[in-house]
Nanobody, 115 residues
Framework: QVQLVESGGGLAQPGGSLRLSCTAS????????MSWARQASGKGPEWVSG????????YYADSLKGRFTISRDNAKNTVYLRMNSLTPEDTAVYYC????????WGQGTQVTVSS
């Protein structure tokens, strides 16, 4: 079955960086675009970034452009999200998802930005 497992979340200081990973299994990873979304406590979900199947095109929420970088390694079935210059407003649960014939979501990884 399809599985998406995120990792790399945790506590970061304002101005710090984190790299999230999402490792996929159960489908042909290299054939599909992958995306990241986040949800802060008490708020609705927010799309963060996307990358096409071979990594040649990337997309970002306007508010995050320049601070976040999405990438993928199809040999490792993994998509990454590098987050720089973190602020407390980036505190959220971050999810990766795959849009195949259905949309599959990971379980999420908590990112907390606090001093």
């Amino acid at each position: 079955q399809v599985q998406l497992v995120e990792s790399g979340g945790g506590l970061a200081q304002p101005g710090g960086s984190l790299r999230l990973s999402c490792t996929a299994s159960g489908f042909t990873f290299s054939s599909y675009a992958m995306s990241w979304a986040r949800q802060a406590s008490g708020k609705g979900p927010e799309w963060v970034s996307g990358i096409d199947s071979d990594g040649s095109d990337t997309y970002y929420a306007d508010s995050l452009k320049g601070r976040f970088t999405i990438s993928r390694d199809n040999a490792k079935n993994t998509v990454y999200l590098r987050m720089n210059s973190l602020t407390p407003e980036d505190t959220a649960v971050y999810y990766c998802y795959a849009q195949t014939t259905l949309t599959y979501w990971g379980q999420g990884t908590q990112v907390t930005v606090s001093s």
